[in-house]
């Protein structure tokens, strides 16, 4: 038994990602980040549709051709594969936990 939002690790030195479930053609992971965000300059762009939800903490996300938008929990959304994305902020103040399904 796992619980996503209980003894979190220390990600204040840098975004941790831990794989959940991985099966031929999804990976599930949760994403512990602590005042983190991805570079202006370096936005992630995947070949995989990868579907998000915010379990705790806030974070803003960018995807190309839309505006930032503010997460907070219990909010998901689904970046399509080929678009350009990042986050861009996230609670400096506590953790933000992120459930991640990466899929074709």
């Known amino acids: 038994l796992m619980n996503l939002v209980t003894d979190l690790p220390d990600a204040t030195q840098g975004e941790l990602f831990e794989e959940i479930l991985a099966r031929p053609g999804v990976r599930i992971e949760r994403i ?10 370096a936005p ?3 070949d995989h549709d990868e579907w ?13 051709g839309e505006e ?3 997460l907070k929990p219990g909010d998901h959304m689904l970046v399509p594969g080929g678009r350009r994305h990042r986050v861009t902020w996230t609670a400096a103040g506590e953790p933000t936990v992120w459930l991640a399904m990466h899929f074709r």
């Open 52 to 64: 998000v939800l915010l379990l705790a903490g806030a974070a803003g996300l960018w995807i190309e």
């Open 32 to 41: 512990v980040s602590h005042g983190q965000s991805t570079p202006a300059d």
């Open 68 to 70: 930032e938008i503010v």
């Open 44 to 46: 992630c762009c995947q």
